[in-house]
């Protein structure tokens, strides 16, 4: 009797099996054939002409030809505007980290009640959905031409990202140490200070950093739109075919981002 | 009596939605200076009470006393009291990234200035305090040491040292050897035994080991569902009474005796 049932279960196993590797394969065809009409449509609705790209390689040789040699005439107004970038990135980066602060305690789980910090999130998720270029366009109409719109938009869109980020490094808090100082007679702001910040302050000062290169490759390109620093020059040189002075722009941009990215690595070194 | 430091009368204490006590003593008092340990098998009540004694537990109901003042069971006590009583976890709760110094300093918090203490600066009292802890634990080698590079033992060493700047006048450990061989916890139970014994603390040391505890007390409590089973001397225990407590497992417990 028992090996009759259990040989009947057995058997009823194998079918739902069977059923169940049915139906991932289905699943599979039709992931297949959605992926195949995605890519289908654009391809199509971009208009892709093939032998254009294979006939554009003499332009490119044309172009680079005439980036060389650089002209380094133009290397104080370069430097000027790239100042300009980084004073954005600075201060938009300084506004960002003050909003994430306020945003980021809202944000986190084990700080706020869920009426606050479900709210919260969705609303940084919103700001992060807005692309940089829109809000300084916005930014621009709302307070006109220059490096403040830059700013703003910077601060306000990098937010998005760094309230986050700042949420989850307060969520992952051990609350062990601090219910000791709590023990030891703490107030509520020794905890913090003596508790949950040595904990959160590598991933704190690791993701602002981050964030400021982040700010700073996006400032570069804010100048399009009126919103201050090196991008204004980037298109006014390349709409003037001036591309001996693009050459010492990007020259410029390189060097900039690069000793940028040095200066973090090492502080991110010392933060282990 | 007039020198017991804690006094606990119709204790009742039920986690939410549990209709069985977590906790239920009739009474309970520890007189000053006395050294205790609480044993039973797990989920007995053991770290529920030390929480209760170190005031950090809501919602229980009866009297009790610590350190002359009567527990609120809705509200945390004051700071004053708080530094009046250590307690030492069981998994350290050390700050990882901090060095040594500045773990054992976090034990003077209750001492320091509340705003003073924020820009990170202590009193020479504090750092006095901190350093006579460090070497009481024999760990002043390791002072500018970062905690996550030692071992289980010194950590527990810097926790107890903590505990000790403290300065407290009653001193709770929560299965402190739990995670220790048996050498490291004999030592660590030694080293609270004597800093209890230097500083006149009272001791109350909860552990699944009777047969390591019983040399460095002088009173055994267990407890089983909540309800103490047992108060006495640790010599007065039995076999009888220790497979009460932890059943099978108890085999040979007293056996081994430090």
């Known amino acids: 009797m028992t090996t009759a049932q259990g040989k009947s279960a057995s058997r009823e196993d194998v079918l739902r099996q069977r059923d169940r590797e049915r139906q991932r394969g289905w699943g599979q065809f039709l992931l297949s054939v959605v992926i195949v009409l995605v890519i289908v449509w654009a391809w199509n609705g971009s208009e892709i002409e093939l032998y254009r790209l294979a006939e554009s390689g003499g332009r490119i040789a044309e172009f680079l030809g005439r980036m060389i040699p650089p002209d380094l005439s133009v290397l104080p107004v370069v430097i000027e505007s790239s100042a300009e970038t980084l004073r954005i990135a600075i201060l938009g980066t300084i506004g960002c980290v003050v909003l994430s602060i306020v945003l980021g305690v809202l944000a986190a789980t084990n700080l706020s009640p869920s009426w606050v910090h479900v709210p919260v999130k969705a609303v940084l998720a919103v700001i992060r959905g807005i692309p940089l270029i829109l809000v300084a366009m916005l930014m621009v109409g709302a307070v006109g031409l220059g ?72 400032s570069l390109i804010l100048g399009v739109v009126g919103a201050g620093g090196i991008g204004f020059y980037i298109q006014m040189y390349v709409r003037a075919f001036q591309y001996e002075k693009v050459a010492t722009l990007a020259l410029v941009v390189i060097a900039f981002v690069v000793l940028i990215e040095l200066g973090n690595s090492a502080i991110r070194g010392m933060l282990r | 009596m007039a020198d017991d430091v804690i006094a606990l009368r119709e204790l009742d204490f039920r986690h939410p939605g549990n209709d069985r006590p977590t906790l239920a003593i009739p009474e309970l008092r520890i007189g000053a200076g006395q050294r205790m340990a609480l044993i039973g098998a ?158 006149g603390a009272t001791l109350v040391i909860s552990s699944h080991q009777p047969q390591l505890v019983a040399g460095y007390v002088d009173r055994f409590v267990a407890l089983d569902r909540g309800r103490i089973i047992f108060d006495g001397s640790p010599e007065a225990i039995d076999e009888r009474q220790l497979s009460g407590i932890y059943g099978e497992a108890s085999q040979s417990m007293m056996g081994e005796t430090v």
């Open chain 2, 42 to 199: 797990s989920g007995a009540g053991k770290s529920t009470l030390l929480r209760l004694l170190d005031g950090r537990l809501r919602g229980w109901s009866g009297g009790s006393t610590v350190l002359g003042r009567s527990l609120d069971p809705d509200r945390p006590p004051p700071r004053h009291w708080r530094r009046g009583v250590g307690f030492v976890f069981q998994e350290f709760a050390l700050v990882e990234r901090e060095t040594v110094r500045q773990n054992v300093l976090n034990g003077r918090l209750g001492h320091a200035d509340a705003l003073w203490s924020l820009t990170g600066r202590f009193a020479a009292s504090d750092h006095a305090a901190a350093e006579r802890a460090i070497r009481d634990v024999g760990m002043d080698e390791f002072t500018e040491r970062r905690v996550d590079r030692l071992s289980g033992g010194q950590r527990q060493r810097v926790a107890i040292a903590r505990c000790l700047a403290q300065e407290p006048r009653i001193i709770l450990a929560d299965e402190p050897i739990s995670s220790l061989d048996p050498a490291t916890a004999r030592a660590v139970l030694e080293l609270l035994r004597d800093s209890a014994v230097d500083r």
């Open chain 1, 147 to 218: 490096p403040l719109p830059g700013i703003l938009a910077i601060a306000f869109h990098a937010t998005g990202m760094l309230a986050k980020f700042y949420a989850e490094a307060i969520e992952s808090v051990d609350p062990a140490p601090m219910e000791a100082l709590e023990s030891a007679g703490a107030t509520f702001l020794q905890k913090l200070l003596f508790g949950a910040w040595p904990q959160i302050a590598p991933d704190i000062l690791r993701d602002t950093l981050f964030r400021f290169e982040m700010n700073l490759r996006e």
